[in-house]
C-alpha cells in the first residue's frame, strides 16, 4: 500500500517546486519532507524527483501526481455526498486544474464553466500555455484537462473533439493604407509579401506558430523571417494591432466581441487559418472531473465551429 502522507508530500514538492515550499505548504519541516520522499523511493526501487534548483518529477514521480490528484478529486467528491444534506458541514471548495490557450480561455471557456462553477463550488486553477504544447501540463500530471491541438490521446487519457477556431490575419486599417501606397508592389488582394515580412508581426509568445501557418498557406513562405512583437496578454496583444505595431492574428469569436473598440482589418479578406482543438482529459474522472468535461463540451458546441 502507497502511503498517503508520503503522496501528500511527492505531490506538494512537485507542486511548489522546492522541498522548502512543500514543507511551508504541508505546515511541515523540511526534514520531515524529505524523508518521506526517501522513504516513497526507497519503498518503489526508484527515483521521483529530479533534484536541482527547480526540482521536478521522473516519469514515475508523474505517473505518482496523477494518481494523487485522482484520489483527491474522489475523497472530496465522496466528502462532499456524504455531507450534502448539512450544508453547515460541507466541505472546503474543491479545485480543479486545467491547461488553455489565452484564446480559448478569454473566448468561450471560461464563459462555458463559470456557471458550473458556482453552482458545485468549484475552484479552477488555470494554467495558460499555447494550445499546441498544453497536453505536456496534462502529461506531467499538473493539470486534470486540457484544450489542445493533440488529436491524438495520451497513455490513461481520452481526446474529445471540440470543434474549431478560425483566426484571421488582421492589422489596422492605416497599417494596411500604407502597404497600399502608390510604387508598393502588391500580391493577391493588394498586399506584398515583401511589405507583410518588412513589417512587425504581433504574436502572443514563442510558441505561437500561428503566424507561420498563415505566411504557409496563403502565402506560400515557408520557414519566413520577419521581425516580431511579443505581447503575452489578450487585451495588449489587440491594444498593439490597434496601435499600428503590426499584423496579427486574431480568432472570429475575439473580433466578434470588438464591441466600441478601433477596428481591425483582414489584409487577405476571406484566408482564414483553422485550428482543430480537443479536450483531453483522464480515463478515470471523478464526479467534479465529470461535470466539468461536460461544461467544457457544452460550451464548444455552442462557441466553435463544428465542421
Known sequence: MLDARQLEALAAVIEQGSFGAAAKALSITLAAVSLRIKSLESSLGQRLLVRGKQVRATPAGQALLV?????????????GSLQGSHPEKAPRMQSLSVAVNAD??????LPGVAGLLARHRLLLDVVVDDQDHTHDALKSGAVTGCVTTLAQAMRGCVAEPLGTMRYRCVAAPALLAQWHA???????????????????????????????????????????????HFVPAVDAFELALE?????????????????????????LPDRPVDVALYWQHWVREPVSAQRLTQAVRQAALEHLLQL
Open 67 to 79: 494518481h494523487v490528484k485522482q484520489v483527491q478529486l474522489m475523497e472530496s467528491d465522496l466528502v
Open 104 to 109: 480559448s480561455l478569454t473566448s468561450w471557456f
Open 182 to 228: 502608390p510604387g508598393a508592389g502588391h500580391a493577391a488582394g493588394g498586399v506584398s509579401a515583401h511589405r507583410l515580412l518588412a513589417t512587425p508581426a504581433v504574436i502572443f509568445n514563442r510558441k505561437d506558430a500561428l503566424q507561420d501557418q498563415y505566411l504557409a498557406q496563403h502565402v506560400g513562405l515557408q520557414g519566413a523571417l520577419y521581425p516580431r
Open 243 to 267: 496601435l499600428g505595431m503590426g499584423w496579427g492574428m486574431v480568432p472570429d469569436l475575439l473580433l466578434a466581441a470588438r464591441k466600441n473598440r478601433p477596428a481591425l482589418v483582414e489584409i
